[in-house]
C-alpha cells in the first residue's frame, strides 16, 4: 500500500501563512504546502507598506521572497484565490477563482493566516473614492495612483499611530 502525501492547506500568504508553510516543509520534507491567497502578493513586506508611499521605488522590492524562492522550499500557491467556505466534516475548503468560479480543494489540516482588516471608524464618507485604508499591496497601490496624480495638491491623514506617522 502506497502512503498518501499528507495534503497541507494554509489560506492567507503573508508573514503567518508562509511561516506556517516554511516550517512545515522543515519539519516534514514531504509535505508540499498549498498556499491560498487572496490577492497576487504572497510574502510581501505589509510593514514596507508606508515606505512604499516615500522611499521604495519598486514595489517588488517589498517581497520578504519571491515566488520562486518560496516554490524552491516546496510551497505551492493559489494566487488570487479567496477562501470562501470550510466544510470541516468534509476536510475541503471552497476558494473562488479570479473568474469567481468556486472550486473545491481537499485537505487533511488547514490553517488560516488572514490576518485583521483595518478598523473603520464610524465616520461618514469613509467609502467615498479618494479616501483609502492602508493594509493591502491593492491598497497602497491605489494610494499611490492617487498621490501621483497632477491634480493632487494635498493629502490628509487620519490617525497618528506608528502606522500614519511612518
Ligand atoms: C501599514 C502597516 C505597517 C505595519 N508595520 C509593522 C511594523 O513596522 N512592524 C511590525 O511588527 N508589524 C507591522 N505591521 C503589522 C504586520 O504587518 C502584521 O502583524 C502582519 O502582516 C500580520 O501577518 P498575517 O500573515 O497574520 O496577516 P496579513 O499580513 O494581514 O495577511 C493576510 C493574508 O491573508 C490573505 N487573505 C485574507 N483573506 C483571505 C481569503 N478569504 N482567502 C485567501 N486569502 C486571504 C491576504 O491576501 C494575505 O495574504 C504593519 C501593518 C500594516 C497594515
Given at each position: 500500500?502506497t ?26 520534507p514531504?509535505?508540499?504546502?498549498l ?34 524562492d ?8 493559489r ?8 466544510d470541516a466534516?468534509?476536510?475541503?475548503l471552497t476558494?473562488?477563482d ?38 493591502s ?11 501621483t ?18
Open positions: 500500500m502512503s498518501q502525501r499528507h495534503r497541507l492547506v494554509i489560506v492567507g500568504g503573508s508573514d503567518a501563512g508562509i511561516a506556517a508553510g516554511l516550517r512545515a516543509q522543515q519539519l516534514d514531504s509535505i508540499e504546502p498556499v491560498v491567497v487572496a490577492d497576487a502578493y504572497p510574502n510581501f513586506s505589509i510593514c514596507g507598506l508606508p515606505f512604499y508611499l516615500s522611499e521604495t521605488p519598486d514595489w517588488r522590492d517589498l517581497a520578504h521572497r519571491s515566488r520562486s518560496l516554490e524552491a522550499a516546496g510551497l505551492r500557491f494566487l488570487d484565490h479567496a477562501a470562501s467556505q470550510i466534516d468534509r476536510h475541503t476558494v473562488r479570479p473568474d469567481s468560479d468556486e472550486r473545491v480543494i481537499g485537505y487533511d489540516t488547514l490553517i488560516v493566516g488572514t490576518g485583521a482588516v483595518p478598523a473603520r471608524p464610524p465616520i461618514d464618507g469613509l467609502d467615498t473614492p479618494g479616501v483609502h485604508v492602508l493594509h499591496m491593492d491598497h497602497v497601490f491605489a494610494v499611490h495612483d492617487r498621490i496624480l497632477p491634480s493632487t495638491r494635498t493629502a490628509i491623514i487620519v490617525g497618528v499611530g506608528y502606522i500614519g506617522l511612518e
